[in-house]
């Protein structure tokens, strides 16, 4: 009997794409042949390819198409039971527009041209057997459950599981307030596991049929060690690490730091790059004389998590609009940092308000920001500490990536056949599928 997984994921291993799925490859050695499917590659990613931890790995490009392309094969998506599937919901929900049609076609028309050059792939190179387990394992909750369900027939016994983490699952998050093929993927799916409480919660009110499909499996990062205890209490050294992007609100939180208090010092450190960072730069140069800012710009990880942990650091803050569970949150915390962050999306799931953490209203004013900052540059030393090592307590209860990840291996090799769930599972491959 072979066990064999068929990983999805858009780019990975190459490009800078899904950094914290390297650390769960670690993971994927438990079966014996790993295919991994960089999906929608773009040219100027093949220049780098990370080196995986795998030992039995075939990676498998799938270059990314123009958009004038995909338009070309549209008329096979156009007229495929699936878009005509999502066509009817819209109307049903009373949610149709153009621009939701367009982005359903341009989804599943992605998804049938990956399906014929996967497929042909598949065929060529891999002769599976009825003794065979296979796992298909989509990292992302977009397009990927659909095309993997167009692949699933050629093999005789196999499973279908997906992650959602956030911009993936949170349907707010787009410009037309909308994702494609949400029923869809989870009546194709046999389980979909969210990253955080928060997420499977989101789909399980919205989706109430597939409540049963819909589970949590928590991202995890490795244990860096712990940061020696807070230097100086003359100074707080205010963290930050992310994308300039407008989701993560940097220019609110110079704003909120314009606002802090002259009796406190603060050095504000930002790791990460992005499409703001010029306007936040030019920002930041109004700060007063008591509040410095440093903007190290697309950094390492590996030196990222050797500053927390040598104690370059003492707070981290997040002011993000949406989130899913962030991991940065993870890193930071498993070395003993106390976080400032806005309740969004799973982030009240790792910050407890007063325990290891402030945690601020979703959309907090610069003067909430102001005071959490403040709050921590005059706490004394022992609550600061316990805050510290309630951090590092969170991480290692729940965000372990070891524990993590060996869990989430051993249940898609182990995860008992619920024959109900398999027949609306195989109903809805029908329904989608046959000719």
Not at 148 to 156: D, E, G, H, N, Q
């Amino acid at each position: 009997m072979t066990r064999r997984l068929l990983l999805f994921a858009n780019s990975f291993p190459y490009g800078k794409q899904e950094p914290y799925l390297m650390r769960e490859c670690h993971y994927l050695d438990a079966f014996d042949e790993v295919y991994i499917f960089s999906l929608s590659l773009r040219k100027h990613q093949m220049d780098h390819r990370r080196d995986l931890p795998l030992k039995q790995v075939t990676v498998v490009p799938v270059p990314f198409k123009s958009h004038l392309f995909y338009a070309a094969v549209s008329p096979r998506a156009l007229v495929s039971r699936a878009f005509v599937t999502e066509l009817r919901q819209l109307f049903k929900d009373r949610r149709f527009t153009v621009a939701r049609a367009v982005q359903a076609l341009s989804q599943f028309s992605r998804a049938e041209h990956e399906a014929s050059v996967i497929g042909r792939f598949i065929r060529d190179n891999i002769t599976p057997s009825s003794s065979d387990e296979t796992v298909f394992y989509a990292y992302r909750f977009l397009y990927q459950p659909y095309l993997m369900s167009r692949l699933a027939a050629r093999f005789p016994s196999s499973r279908l599981i997906g992650r959602a983490h956030g911009i993936d699952l949170f349907e707010e998050r787009q410009p037309t307030d909308y994702l494609p093929g949400r029923a869809i993927n989870l009546g194709v799916l046999d389980e979909l596991h969210s990253v955080s409480q928060a997420g499977a919660e989101y789909l399980r009110a919205r989706h109430p049929d597939f409540e049963e499909k819909i589970q949590v499996s928590y991202l995890g990062t490795e244990d860096h060690g712990v940061r020696p205890p807070r230097s100086s209490t003359q100074v707080l050294r205010l963290v930050s690490c992310s994308d300039a992007a407008p989701v993560k609100r940097l220019e609110l939180l110079v704003e909120a730091l314009r606002g802090i208090s002259d009796t406190v010092q603060i050095e504000w450190s930002h790791y990460g790059d992005g499409p703001d960072m010029d306007r936040v730069r030019a920002m930041a140069l109004t700060l007063p004389d008591h509040v410095s800012a440093t903007f190290y710009g697309w950094t390492r990880n590996d030196e990222i998590l050797e500053a927390y942990r040598s104690g370059r650091h003492d707070v981290f803050i997040n002011v993000s609009s949406s989130e899913g569970l962030p991991v940065s949150i993870m890193e930071s915390s498993s070395c003993g940092l106390p976080t400032i962050a806005t309740d969004v999306g799973g982030t009240g799931e790792i910050v407890s308000d007063g325990v290891n953490g402030r945690l601020l209203s979703a959309d907090p004013t610069p003067r909430e920001i102001a005071a959490a900052v403040e709050e921590f540059a005059r706490m004394a030393p022992v609550a600061f500490a316990r805050r510290s090592v309630a951090a590092r307590e969170t991480w290692s209860t729940h965000f372990d990536s070891d524990r993590n990840y060996r869990q989430f291996v051993a249940k898609m090799l182990s995860s008992p056949v619920n024959v109900g769930r398999c027949a609306h599972r195989d109903q809805a491959r029908k329904e989608l599928h046959s000719p």
